[in-house]
């Protein structure tokens, strides 16, 4: 079953977290599906393909990359997501989207891909002691409404944070963490892809 969210950004190269690969290290424990809207039924030009490579990324950062056993066909609904310039900071208060099937706390659509509006939080705000108290690293960053309710949550993580800039979505963020779920004053924690666009980079160069 569905357990974590991840990011096509290549016909052959999804990105997700780290922690999601905890359950084993075994490519062929793993299935990305592509294309889909409702969990629990796989509609029309959905695609399901195996694993064939898990990549880690070697320091502390929540943040993996699956290699697929073959490319992905891209369609209007499964096309792969932009990655930021190298090192590029999300400015306060950008508006961005996440989604995913994680939990919803008995709100409307469980089983059903849902999106949220969030506006990004700057790290020296987020790790005010009412916020996050210092546990938010440069390598990530900070996105929720400090009034609460609208959140990522268990389930969502390794899924995507995107932000328009200019004329397209890029994928800034990869969700990762939060103390609880859309509780006041905790903004959800993304890794900041902008800081490992070369570690990827690299990755799929040389695989
Ligand atoms: C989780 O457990 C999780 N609100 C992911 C994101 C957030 C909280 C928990 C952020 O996967």
């Not at 990105?15 to 905890?22: I, Q």
């Not at 949550?153 to 944070?161: A, E, K, T, V």
Request: neutral net charge.
């Amino acid at each position: 079953g569905h357990f974590c969210g991840g990011t096509l950004i290549s016909p052959e190269w999804v990105l997700t977290a780290k922690h999601c690969l905890e359950k084993s290290s075994s490519p062929s424990s793993y299935k990305v599906i592509l294309g889909a809207h409702e969990e629990y039924h796989l509609g029309e030009g959905v695609q399901e393909i195996d694993v064939s490579k898990l990549f880690k990324e070697p320091s502390e950062a929540d943040i993996a990359l699956l290699k697929l056993s073959s490319p992905a066909i891209i369609t209007d609904k499964v096309i792969p997501a932009c990655l930021p310039t190298p090192n590029y900071v999300v400015a306060d208060r950008t508006a961005c989207y996440i989604t995913g099937w994680g939990e919803t706390k008995g709100t409307y659509g469980a089983g059903l891909l849902k999106e949220a509006r969030l506006p990004v939080i700057e790290n020296k705000v987020c790790n005010r002691y009412e916020y996050l108290g210092g546990k938010v690293s440069p390598n990530e960053l900070c996105a929720g409404h400090l009034a609460g309710g609208i959140d990522s949550c268990q389930g969502d993580s390794g899924g995507p944070l995107v932000c328009f800039e200019k004329d397209k979505y890029i994928l800034q963020g990869v969700t990762s963490w939060g103390l609880g779920c859309a509780l006041p004053n905790k903004p959800g924690v993304y890794v900041r892809v902008s800081r490992f666009v070369t570690w990827i980079e690299e990755i799929m160069r040389r695989n």
